[in-house]
């Protein structure tokens, strides 16, 4: 019996210290991500109002539009929300609807692949890249926290609008 009581005791112990990364929202709909690269701002809103501001990290190259496979550069223009990724590197991530079929065909007509996998994910696993300003391949970056936040909000389907 005294064992059973030690085994219960600590079972209590790790779930009250325990904390998930997958947060409940139930506050506005999320209607659309607006990514401002020159301000490095996120904001998401809800029609014309902004529900929450982040500051982002982009690709390490991020003038541009992103054009290329390993170009560094953040995609520019109007996108989705297409995937969600709860085992990411990077903590959580949601994905971009990049590349679209005009991306695709630009790329294409230019003999290079336009590459994908563009996220909007939590924060650097690597430690040379802690703190240091645009540093992903292409993707948006805010911190783990945040990016619990976020991935509770945004649902998939959800327009995101890059702007230079």
Known sequence: MRY??????????????????FKKYNGPQVTQVLVDKTARKMWLLHGKRALKSYDVDLGFNPKGHK?????GRTPEGVYRIDRRNPNSAYHLSIGISY????????????????????????GPRLRKNKGKPDWTAGCISVTNKEMEEIYSMVQDGTPIYIKP
């Not at 079972?11 to 990364?21: D, R, V």
């Not at 054009?67 to 170009?71: A, H, S």
Request: glycine share 12%; net charge positive.
């Open 99 to 122: 590349p679209n079929n005009r991306d695709r065909a630009k790329a294409h007509a230019a003999g290079v692949s336009p590459g994908g996998d563009i996220f909007i994910h939590g």
């Open 67 to 71: 054009f290329r496979e390993g170009d």
């Open 4 to 21: 059973l009581f030690v085994i219960i005791a600590a079972f209590a112990l790790i779930s009250c210290g325990s904390s998930s990364k």
